[in-house]
């Protein structure tokens, strides 16, 4: 700096002095600068390999994808059939139904100029079986009611047949069946729904009348709905998720909450807060509770009863240790215990067993606990309080496996109790399905609607139900009821 040999001694000691201060100020902008770049660089880092975000959102831009795992090793499985489960396939049938065989014969000249027609038949040298359905096209039904006068004087006049409308002319209750079918389970938007039962039946029902259907059919299961959350609250074990949906206002929104087994569906909507899971099934549960981990399924408002906390969400929680510590064998280590207990479930599940074999729980038992501890020793606790300090990657999933192993665990020491909530991850799929393919839900009360005949056939289906008579025979009053706990 030129004029440096003219200043004095006070003059050069007062720029040192502010040279340090923004020497120093630059030091912190850097220092901050760099923790928000590496906040940016996890963040993008999230996938569905390493966290709890959904597969669907590995194609977004500057997303980081997953790593490209072989079946049979430490990671996913590949897609479509999976080794050893069943197949299946069309089947001959020899049940065939009168009027259903066709009989075809060469036509024509043959090369000699003989008509076929006059050719000896020498029976069937091939056959093919193809399953269709008969074209769909809707007929007009009248139903005319009829009064009879009997000799005593009294008039009788005949009722009207269930399913059949009031007024003089209405869709039936089959194409009411179809409408709603199609809106909630394949989520098709109401005026394509519309659409589409006029292009297969020639029926033209309007848009306002399939979006009423939505309202009526929830009425019809509202008992149904009744009886299986209060078998939920008996159940042994129940698995609960939540996942957002758009509702109502754009700048509003809600989650849709679900509790279920393998045989019960229950869906409310709600926000992601206390008040919310008072009202949910949990406050009344009394068995085991399979979670994410999220704090409202801990709190103490809503009773004591154990938990397993979800094992895949705690392997991809690890995958993110094992990326962010590539020299630790930890994560590792802990990943292949709790897939080696994982396998052994399963196995003796399939084997018709009641329990894991001894040695091999206390082998994997041994390992899980070894990394923890391992994983504790080389991932520090940063002292100071909570909400002010961030610990490092890993530190509080740690603690969480030291503290809650019985938590982690549950499942091998009871083979009744599944290892991840997976089964409540299903049952919300519908929604997020619904979410890409209709976007926004105009009201709560329609998305109230919505789920509640979502929850009702799902639990038909798992009890091995066809969704579209239950549905039928709901919208004709003759609800289907989920059975007992002695049965279920």
Known sequence: MSGLEELSREELIALTRALMAENAALKAEV?????????????VSRNSGNSGMPPSADDLPGRKKPKDRTAGSTGRRRPGKQPGAEGKALAWSDDIADGAIINHYPQGPCGCGADLALAADLGVTAAHQQIEIPLVVARRVQHNLHTLACRCGAVHTAPRPAGVNAAPVSLGVNLQAWCVYLLVVHAIPVHRC????????????????????????????????ARIRMLLTLAYVVSCDETPVRVGPKKTGKYLLVACTELLTWYMLGGRDLATFKRF?????????????????DAAD????????????????????????????????????LRGLIHAANLAREQGGDAIAAGTLAMFTKMFRGGVAVGLSEVKRVPGPAKTVTQPVGRVLLE???????DVLRFAHDLRIPPTNNQAERDLRPAKTQQKISGRLRSER??????????????????????????RDALLGRLWMPPGPATA
């Open 31 to 43: 220092a901050q600068l760099r923790e928000r770049v590496a906040k940016l660089e996890r963040l």
């Open 194 to 225: 519309a659409e589409l039962v006029a292009s297969l039946t020639g029926a033209t029902p309007s848009p306002g009348f399939v979006h009423g259907l939505i309202g009526r059919a929830a009425a019809a299961v509202a008992a149904a709905n």
């Open 281 to 297: 099934v949990l406050a009344e549960v009394t068995g085991v509770v399979v979670h994410d981990r999220y704090q409202n399924y």
């Open 302 to 337: 809503l009773g004591t009863r154990d938990h397993q906390l979800c094992v895949a969400h705690l392997i991809r929680d690890l995958e993110d240790c094992a990326e962010t510590y590539p020299e630790a064998r930890w994560p590792r280590q802990l990943q292949m215990a």
């Open 400 to 406: 969480v496996l030291r503290d809650r192993a019985d």
């Open 446 to 471: 329609h998305a109230r609607h919505r789920y509640a005949i979502r929850g009702y056939l799902s639990t038909a289906m798992k009890h091995g139900l066809d969704v579209m008579t239950v549905l």
